[in-house]
């Protein structure tokens, strides 16, 4: 493989799990598994998602330990703990938990293997298995880990596909299968004449699709990622209806506002681009923690918005307020390009006010 299609392959990693929003919704467990246990598990993940989408992260935590505590030997709990500290991570840009979150995904991915072995696999197994791993690879590619997060992409991808092989109408394997083949597709297209790259976005789009229509737990998910899907294809109206849906099931969501608000940014809505940034700035604020990372991206967005209206005083009022945050020197690391831009955006509308 190139260099070139390497590379390409890894920034498909940042765009399957969630541009903001995370596949942490993943449903569980609907296949092989006794009634009883079932619905007791199902039932504890469907508090454990509703808690994490309405940003009730502790509650969420809770209910994934009580999960550990009463089925120990099953992946199940280990994964979605681990997936809500990696909402916490993303949802605050605070890498503090990524230890805790490595340890809990390597244990899911044990426990699945173990009973792999002592058990005749099941889809959900592998679905289990192939999660743990697509999880491990977005962080490893938000880290700077290029290797691992390739790697783990791969097993990710192989285990979902080994559950839809086992059986067919295992509907929410298709949302990471589908947003892969989308993705890879989609970043690598210029080299989809090699023969071992195929154009396969329509066949990720229909999976994405049917994953949202006929998948258990994943339909908020899968309209977020279909949301992105159509940005990327420039059907904005598509995407705002994805997005407003979930709006409007979850308004309190961050991870949702997050998409809407980017939807109006990237279709040029400048006014309800403009009224989200500022609500979402004062969200930011409001944190009992605030590392300013999602604010530098907010006040930049606002003063970008405000310098097209013309409005270069008030542009660059925004641009200093950036520039006066105090950032630790990770988040400072991760927000340079922010910093600079703000710097950029400053001058000229200095230049701008000075006629």
Avoid at 85 to 109: G, N, S
Avoid at 186 to 194: E, F, N, V
Avoid at 209 to 223: C, F, M, P, Q
Wanted: charged share 30%; with cysteine; aromatic share 14%.
């Amino acid at each position: 493989m190139s260099q070139k299609c390497f590379v390409e392959n890894l920034i498909v990693l940042k765009k399957i799990a969630f541009n903001l929003i995370l596949i942490i919704f993943f449903p569980l467990l609907t296949h092989g598994q006794p009634d009883g246990l079932l619905a007791e598990i199902e039932a504890q993940v469907h508090t454990g998602i509703e808690q994490t989408l309405r940003n009730d992260f502790v509650g969420a935590e809770s209910t994934f330990t009580r999960l550990i505590n009463r089925y120990p030997e099953r992946p199940c709990g280990y994964f979605y703990l681990a997936a809500t500290y990696q909402a916490e991570i993303l949802d605050a840009e605070d890498y503090r938990e990524l230890p805790r979150f490595k340890k809990l995904m390597d244990t899911a991915i044990q426990k699945a293997e173990a009973l792999r072995s002592e058990e005749p696999p099941t889809p959900w197994v592998y679905f289990m298995e192939g999660s743990a791993y697509l999880y491990k690879s977005f962080m490893d590619s938000k880290t700077g880990r290029i290797w691992g997060a390739y790697r783990n992409a791969l097993r990710g991808v192989d285990r979902l596909n080994k559950a839809i092989g086992m059986d067919s109408t295992f509907y929410d394997a298709y949302l990471g299968v589908g947003s892969y083949r989308y993705w890879k597709s989609r970043k690598a297209k210029s080299l989809t004449w090699l023969p071992f790259l195929k154009d396969e976005r329509e066949q990720g789009l229909r999976m994405v699709r049917t994953a949202i229509e006929k998948g258990s737990l994943v339909k908020y998910v899968g309209k977020d990622q279909l949301a992105w899907i159509e940005i990327d294809r420039g059907n904005w109206e598509e995407a705002l209806a994805l997005a407003l849906e979930n709006h409007r099931r979850y308004p309190e969501s961050r991870f949702f506002m997050w998409t809407l608000t980017e939807i109006y940014y990237k279709s040029q809505k400048w006014k309800e681009a403009m009224q989200w940034y500022q609500r979402l700035l004062k969200i930011v604020r409001a944190l009992p923690e605030n590392n300013h990372y999602n604010e530098a991206t907010c006040l930049l967005r606002i003063a970008e918005i405000y310098a097209h209206f013309g409005d270069y005083r008030t542009a660059r009022l925004y641009c200093q307020e950036l520039l006066q945050l105090h950032f630790d020197k990770d988040v400072r690391k991760r927000v340079k390009k922010k910093i600079e831009q703000a710097k950029q955006l400053k001058k000229r509308c200095e230049k701008k006010l000075a006629g």
